[in-house]
Nanobody
Framework: VQLQASGGGSVQAGDSLRLSCVAS????????MGWFRQAPGKEREFVGA?????RYSDSVKGRFTISRDNAKNTVYLQMDSLKPEDTAVYYC???????????????????WGQGTQVTVSS
């Protein structure tokens, strides 16, 4: 699966931003699409994932919304009420397994996009 993420930028705290990720090379409707982020000096962390319904990390629940348009092979990450601690490089990822009973890990996603920078200033 090839992934192309876009939509990053620099915003103020409290602003919104929407990231997009277009997938190709696999039947999109059965692909688990995930979002991760990596802040400077920190490990990459799970943000959310979507197959038939969304799942979020506790750090973004209530502020971020994942949606997907299967006709366009695109997954979106709508980020509202952004905080400076949301500053990171955001990656989209694709996998085939809907995980239950534990948090998603990077290893659950074999395919990764190139990352897009999101910077939130206070």
């Amino acid at each position: 699966v090839q992934l192309q993420a876009s939509g990053g930028g620099s915003v103020q705290a409290g602003d919104s931003l929407r990231l997009s990720c277009v997938a190709s090379g696999r039947t999109f409707i059965t692909t688990v699409m995930g979002w991760f982020r990596q802040a400077p000096g920190k490990e990459r962390e799970f943000v959310g994932a979507f197959l038939w319904s969304p799942r979020y990390s506790d750090s973004v629940k209530g502020r971020f919304t994942i949606s997907r348009d299967n006709a366009k092979n695109t997954v979106y990450l709508q980020m509202d009420s952004l905080k400076p601690e949301d500053t990171a490089v955001y990656y989209c990822a694709a996998g085939t397994t809907w995980v239950t009973g534990r948090h998603y890990r990077e290893s659950d996603f074999p395919s990764w996009g190139q990352g897009t920078q999101v910077t939130v200033s206070s």
